[in-house]
Nanobody, 121 residues
Framework: QVQLVESGGGLVQPEGSLRLSCAAS????????MGWYRQSPGKQRELVAA???????NYADSLKGRFTISRDNHKNTVYLQMNSLKPEDTAGYYC???????????????WGQGTQVTVSS
């Protein structure tokens, strides 16, 4: 089976930085698109950034220039570098990946458990 394990969240002051990591582990055939979503109380889960195997990236417009997504295909890991953090960035951050479990099988969306990012002075 497959797991997505996130790390790197925590408490940070405004204007600070954090780097989130998410690694896919277990038994699977291939990992395709990977991305980050976030959700704060009272709001819907929203896309932060996503990246496909070819390096094509989709950012939320409001986050362009502050957040950077990247991936290491050999490690099946996606990263999110977050700079100039603001209190409104406070949210649970969730890793997402499209994964084919076996050759010839269908690709499905998987989610990590989330990691909390809190921006406060």
């Amino acid at each position: 089976q497959v797991q997505l394990v996130e790390s790197g969240g925590g408490l940070v002051q405004p204007e600070g930085s954090l780097r989130l990591s998410c690694a896919a582990s277990g038994s699977f055939f291939s990992v395709y698109n990977m991305g980050w979503y976030r959700q704060s109380p009272g709001k819907q889960r929203e896309l932060v950034a996503a990246i496909d195997t070819g390096g094509n990236i989709n950012y939320a417009d409001s986050l362009k220039g502050r957040f950077t997504i990247s991936r290491d295909n050999h490690k099946n890991t996606v990263y999110l570098q977050m700079n100039s953090l603001k209190p409104e960035d406070t949210a649970g951050y969730y890793c997402n990946a499209i994964i084919r479990m076996v050759a010839g099988g269908i690709a499905r969306t998987y989610w990590g458990q989330g990691t909390q990012v809190t921006v406060s002075s």
